[in-house]
């Protein structure tokens, strides 16, 4: 009798101690699932200045894919130029689409798996350089920046937050 019922007690705990290694396997699973944040940067200037937006990512990540779109008020300022940041130096970079008529940037980039070109510390990821129009009073304006597809090495999305910037012109 004594014997059937330590076995019991065997069986009871070894399953309680199961429970509590799946619970925290599960729970590490959760934390890696971290969200990468971007911040685009605030600026002052003076109207027919010419400024440079710069978008960073904050935090440190492991992507190899990505598509962004940066639109600012074409009324107000015109897209003269872009240059990639230092975290995307060794990928592919391109300017999908430089859509004046419409004041959108998009901005694609892409990277081999498992290979330097990944993208894993934090940095300046574009600049984006921006004529302001000579005719603007006093005016702040926010240019909207959006990261629709970020992806890992093994092809899962990664969450990103964006930290907008606000662009102040004065006289």
Same mark, same amino acid.
């Given at each position: 009798?004594?014997?059937? %019922?330590?076995?019991?007690?065997? @069986?009871? %705990?070894?399953?309680?101690?199961?429970? #509590?290694?799946?619970?925290? #396997?599960?729970?590490?699973?959760?934390?890696?699932?971290? +969200?990468?944040?971007? /911040?685009?940067?605030?600026?002052?200037?003076?109207?027919?200045?010419? *400024?440079?937006?710069? @978008?960073?990512?904050?935090?440190?990540?492991?992507?190899?894919?990505?598509?962004?779109?940066?639109?600012?008020? /074409?009324? +107000?300022?015109?897209?003269?130029?872009?240059? /990639?940041?230092? *975290?995307?130096?060794? $990928?592919?970079?391109?300017?999908?689409?430089?859509?004046?008529?419409? $004041?959108?940037?998009? #901005?694609?980039?892409?990277?081999?798996?498992?290979?330097?070109? +990944?993208?894993?510390?934090?940095?300046?990821?574009?600049? @984006?350089?921006?004529?302001?129009?000579?005719?603007?009073?006093?005016?702040? %304006?926010?240019?909207?920046?959006?990261?629709?597809?970020? /992806?890992?090495?093994?092809? +899962?999305? @990664?969450?990103?937050?964006?930290?907008? $910037?606000?662009?102040? *012109?004065?006289?």
């Amino acid at each position: 009798m004594k014997k059937k %019922v330590i076995i019991r007690i065997s @069986i009871i %705990v070894i399953i309680i101690l199961l429970i #509590i290694a799946i619970t925290s #396997i599960y729970n590490n699973n959760l934390e890696k699932e971290s +969200t990468v944040k971007f /911040k685009v940067s605030d600026i002052t200037c003076k109207p027919g200045e010419e *400024i440079t937006v710069n @978008i960073d990512m904050l935090d440190d990540s492991n992507f190899v894919a990505g598509n962004f779109e940066l639109i600012y008020d /074409k009324e +107000t300022m015109e897209c003269i130029q872009y240059e /990639k940041g230092e *975290i995307l130096e060794n $990928g592919a970079m391109s300017i999908v689409n430089n859509d004046t008529d419409n $004041g959108k940037v998009l #901005i694609g980039y892409v990277a081999e798996p498992d290979s330097e070109n +990944t993208v894993q510390k934090a940095g300046n990821l574009v600049s @984006i350089t921006f004529k302001i129009n000579e005719e603007i009073e006093d005016l702040t %304006v926010n240019p909207e920046f959006n990261c629709s597809t970020l /992806k890992s090495e093994d092809g +899962t999305d @990664i969450k990103n937050e964006v930290e907008q $910037g606000i662009i102040k *012109i004065q006289k």
